[in-house]
């Protein structure tokens, strides 16, 4: 009689065993690059627990099976079900299946997600990456097809964004045009884009540069309403905030109620994204309005796509002006 078949070792106990993150894990038995030292822990942990990475080369000589891989950070997040909805849309009309994996903006998880769907013999990903450039590279030498949405992160891969550059410029005009000059932008991983354009745009207004005035949080409600709460309580001087997506939005209200800052009286409020709540809002926020299920729909169009495809889709952004904004107040909050 057999014996019971032995368990296979994963990627992630391959990184706890050299001390290290799966990425790292990854790159490495992909080729990647890494220093000596990590690659010796690496390969050596491999070895120990017997790990067997057989999935990158056998998913190359084997023929794959469909459908769509689709990574995003937060599906309950309104922006993303919105991209999710685009997605499954459009490849509902093609006959292809999508898999959905939330990878909480945390790259780690997202390398852990991105193996899994490449064991799975996927054919197409499309992905909000979480990680840097060179932590895709296992995944494009798999040729696996890929096609990045709302971020880009390298040059070589095919992406649908919004036009964040034009979005960002158009809200800092609007709040220097109600005289504002300090204005603070409240962001989170991912924003890299929003931030340089919000600084070229403060430089090519005049205002006053303050790189404390750019507050980022990380992914979870609870540290977007503790960079917020801080960003008011401690810069009584801001008058006007940009708030780099919805979940931030909704952060900056709940501080600024719960610290008795007015909107707008005492501080403007423009938030990325405009979701069903922000007209309910009391006052209405004003928003840059962003075409989320539009990008998620093209993203699949472009995954789809045989032959040249485009390397970059740009979609346009909308200022939608409401109640949330007001001429700057010469007295100072205390």
Known sequence: MSGPAQRRITIKEVAEAAGVGVATVSRVLSGGSASAETREKVLAA??????????????????????????????????YARLTDGVLSCARSYGEPVTVGVTGDDPEREAELIGALIEESMDRLIAVPSGDGEMWAPALRSGLNVVFADRRVRADVPSVVPDDRAGVLTAVEYLAGLGHRKI??????????????????????????DRDLVVHARSSRDSAYAAAAGLLQHRADVTAVIAGGNVLGEAAVLAARELDVRIPRDVSLIMFDDVPWAELCSPPLTVIAQPAQDIGYRAAELVLRQGRRPPAVTLPTQLVVRASCGPRVSAPRR
């Open 46 to 79: 491999a070895a120990r627990l017997d790990y067997r990475p057989s999935a990158l080369g056998r998913n190359l000589r084997r023929r794959r099976t469909g459908g769509i891989g689709l990574l995003v950070p937060d599906i309950t997040d309104s922006f």
């Open 184 to 209: 603070a932008y409240l962001g989170r991983h991912g924003q890299s884009q929003r931030v340089a354009a919000f600084n070229s745009a403060i430089a090519s207004l005049g205002l006053p540069a």
